[in-house]
């Protein structure tokens, strides 16, 4: 351990090491493509990556109806950073992520350090580095990293990280506020989970016995002032609260059957918290689509007898004066609320995430990196702590440089989830996807037809969404009867679901087109319609429908609606079918493009 403090006595040394190490682990993932939701965020995106849009994003329009889940500006203007750096290359999109995560693990070390110092004062260098070293090796973060979409946590982490050490930094100097307040504000906007951030510090306050210092005050009022103007931008167009599921039955139903419900909540948070702690200590069981959360009565009282144990424990370090034990348990039990509060609602697809753990990962390493170098310092457990500490990142690091194969392409990612949740539908609605896009037609229908089969309870939704994927397995087979047939099935089972409606439009065009009958262009007509109630904006809708006024003769509502598919954002290919639209109006051309 001597040699270990004598290396990580530079601050910078150790900085430069965490970052490089961090960057040549995910190194693998730059050869992978768009996975899961960057198909359709990015590489066919129907939303407009425009920087002129930040400020719309930023301070919503305010909308009765508030269907939307998420307000988070700082991922949209990183995607518009990418997209116009990088266009629709996925190398660029996937370096972003790395670059943002090496920074996310070197804030994490500094912070570290400066917790270490102020609470410990033992070898502060060497456990911050080692500390930090498990968090850039973390296996549960590869979701976050490889991930395109997953990027939200690491964005969230840099900013909250920053936001920590500014609150520090500001007790030597308040001016450090303003660099705090920032971070915050950035970090609100990234992710939901750093609401937890005003209350992490309070608890090191806390904890470090400044909590009634009377700038404290300011920095509160700050705080809780950035949280209430986040909660409001965000309530201008999005659901601050989601409904709970269950919630609304207490008034029709008595008072036992409401409180069964709450129980019911309760029951689901503790199973949370159990499954993110196993997946903290033991990080080697990857599933990239957990679709339940256990509720058995043995997993639920290991639940509550393990949580409360936690709890415990904090609190009688905190007493101890083992201030680095207490506030790293109360850093993982505190940033995992939020998470685990999730699982009640439908907000996501699944009720858990790998993803979710990166920051309650940070106390986790913390603890780590303290109690490894706190045995260290007997001369009796020296060895088994430098063994603990050897065998704990070389098991990381594999884990973590393995794991990104799962994160290669769609077909490598749900493969492997339809074997770890067979009795899901999703993952084979997506398997057959991935499968359709590598030309195997028969191996795609086969997905989707156990996907719809009646043991796997679909919801109304999921149902459409994989009946939708039926048609277009049929219309890529340019048969077309069948490809309608299964089009309408997915209306029959969700008539909200609006790519349907989309598809049908296309379906409709393309009979139009063979047969020249003006029923099936109305029809077209009709159905591209109907997609902008269910969509603010959807580019490749506007396109078809620009075509069928073509078809119809109305060259004015062409071009309108071509011009307004460039605006929404699409593809280069159909961007310069809108665009050859347009230029009818411009140059006055007779024929159709």
């Not at 040549?24 to 359709?40: I, M, Q, T």
């Not at 398997?431 to 086969?446: F, I, N, P, T, V």
């Amino acid at each position: 351990m001597e040699l270990f403090s004598r290396l990580t006595s530079s601050a910078l040394f150790s900085a430069v090491f965490i970052f490089l190490v961090s960057l040549a682990l995910y190194s693998p993932s730059l050869k992978h493509g768009f996975v899961w939701d960057d198909v359709e965020v990015i590489a066919k995106s129907n939303v407009s990556f425009d920087a002129s849009n930040i400020a719309s994003v930023v301070v919503p329009g305010i909308e009765k109806n508030k269907k939307e889940r998420y307000y988070r500006p700082v991922v949209y203007a990183s995607m518009v950073l990418d997209n116009g750096v990088w266009r629709v290359s996925p190398l660029g999109f996937h370096l972003s992520n790395l670059l943002a995560n090496a920074v996310a693990a070197v804030l994490f070390y500094f912070a570290a350090l400066l917790i270490l110092r102020e609470l410990w004062g033992g070898e502060a260098g060497g456990a911050a580095f080692l500390s930090a070293l498990l968090f850039a090796l973390h296996p549960m973060h590869v979701e976050s990293v490889s991930w395109i979409a997953g990027r939200t946590d690491v964005l969230c982490a840099v900013f909250f990280f920053l936001a920590f050490i500014a609150h520090v930094l500001s007790y030597r100097n308040l001016l450090f506020l303003i660099a705090a307040a920032l971070s915050f504000s950035l970090a609100l906007m990234s992710k939901e989970v750093a609401v937890a951030f005003p209350f992490l510090v309070v608890g090191y306050d806390l904890i470090s016995r400044r909590l009634r210092r009377r700038s404290n005050v300011l920095r509160y009022a700050v705080y809780a002032g950035l949280l209430l103007l986040y909660l409001y931008l965000r309530g201008r167009a999005f659901a601050n609260i989601p409904e709970m599921p269950g919630a609304g039955a207490g008034e029709a139903s008595a008072a036992a059957g409401a409180f069964g419900v709450y129980a019911a909540h309760v029951k689901t948070i503790l199973g949370a918290y159990l499954l993110y702690i196993n997946k903290l200590v033991f990080p080697f069981d990857f599933n990239a689509f957990i679709a339940s959360i256990p509720l058995g009565a043995l997993y639920v009282a290991s639940a509550a007898v393990v949580t409360a144990a936690l709890a415990v424990l904090c609190a009688v370090s905190a007493i101890k004066k083992e201030n680095v034990s207490a506030f790293s348990i109360f850093w993982i039990l505190l940033t995992l609320g939020p998470s685990a509060i999730i699982s009640i609602f439908g907000i996501a697809s699944t009720p858990a995430a790998e993803r979710y753990l990166y920051i309650p990962s940070a106390g986790f390493c913390l603890l780590l990196g303290y109690w490894i170098f706190r045995a260290a310092e007997h001369r009796r457990y020296r060895r088994a702590a430098v063994a603990v500490a050897a065998l704990l990142v070389l098991l990381y690091a594999v884990f973590t440089y393995q794991r990104q194969a799962a994160w290669a392409d769609d077909l490598a990612l749900w493969g492997d989830t339809s074997i770890k949740s067979p009795n899901h539908p999703l993952p084979h609605s997506n398997y057959g996807q991935a499968l359709s896009a590598a030309g195997d037609s028969e191996g795609a229908l086969r997905e989707y037809m156990i996907a719809l089969s009646p043991e796997m309870n679909d919801s109304a939704r999921g149902k459409a969404v994989t009946a939708n994927n039926v048609g277009l397995e049929y219309l890529g087979m340019e048969r077309y009867p069948e490809a309608e047939r299964w089009f309408l099935k997915a209306l029959e089972f969700d008539r909200g679901y609006g790519r349907t409606y989309y598809h049908l439009g296309l379906i409709n065009y393309i009979k139009a087109d063979v047969t020249g009958s003006p029923e099936s262009l109305a029809d077209a007509e009709m159905y591209l319609k109907k997609v902008f109630e269910h969509y603010y904006t959807f580019g490749r809708a506007n396109l078809i429908l620009a075509k069928v006024y073509l078809k119809m003769g109305e060259r004015g509502k062409a071009v309108s609606e071509a011009k307004t598919a460039i605006k929404s954002g699409l593809p280069p290919a159909l961007l310069k079918e809108a665009q050859e639209i347009v230029v009818i109006e411009d140059d006055g051309g007779k024929d159709e493009p």
